[in-house]
């Protein structure tokens, strides 16, 4: 065998030394990658894609409530067909009444300058529900179990001025009665 000096083991030392140095380099480097790649969030392929409620006017009301004009026909009706996603926005549901009595939502005035008075009239006792939603279906307020007693008619303002100069928004809502119930929606406009 041959005797090793001291400077050529210290110099086999400091090799392996830095051999163990880029080793490690690499081995944390990989881990780091694949530590990245597995945080990233795939899109799941099976969700639903929610396209944006696409706004084609409103029922134009007056201070009183009276229509000035009305491009849109579906405003403020209780026989909506709702899709997933805006049945989805309310907790239970129940069957559609085959026979509605005669409810009637109207929200006035719209446009608002912020405040807009929600009508209700019903025939016989029933819960109203509503759900306020931007374009996205993003629940701005939301209100359950309000119950009302047999031919009354009720006015509830609400306040929406947080939302002046936004995109329109849409108030849908739900008259319950003991066995079914009706749907509807309104767009509201806030100066």
């Not at 000035?68 to 559609?96: H, M, Q, R, V």
């Not at 209100?143 to 009720?154: A, E, G, P, T």
Request: aromatic residues 10%.
């Amino acid at each position: 065998m041959i005797a090793e000096s001291q400077s050529d083991i210290c110099s086999r030392a400091e090799k392996n030394i830095n051999c163990y140095k880029k080793i490690m380099i690499k081995y944390i480097f990989i881990v780091l990658l694949l530590a990245f790649i597995l945080s990233c969030k795939k899109k799941d392929a099976n969700a639903p894609t929610v396209n944006p409620i696409n706004f084609h006017g409103i029922v134009s009301t007056d201070n009183n409530g009276n229509i000035i004009y009305n491009n849109d026909s579906t405003d403020w009706k209780i026989n909506d067909i709702w899709s997933a996603t805006e049945a989805g926005l309310f907790p239970t549901n129940k069957p559609i009444c085959n026979n509605p009595p005669n409810y009637q939502v109207t929200g006035y005035p719209n446009p608002c300058n912020g405040y807009i008075t929600i009508n209700y009239r019903q025939p016989q006792q029933a819960l109203l529900e509503y759900r306020i939603v931007d374009r996205y279906y993003n629940v701005l307020i939301a209100n359950d179990s309000l119950k009302y007693v047999n031919n009354q008619s009720v006015n509830y303002m609400m306040d929406l001025s947080k939302y002046k100069g936004s995109d329109t928004i849409r108030m849908y809502y739900k008259i319950i009665t003991n066995t079914c119930e009706c749907r509807g929606h309104g767009d509201i406009v806030v100066k």
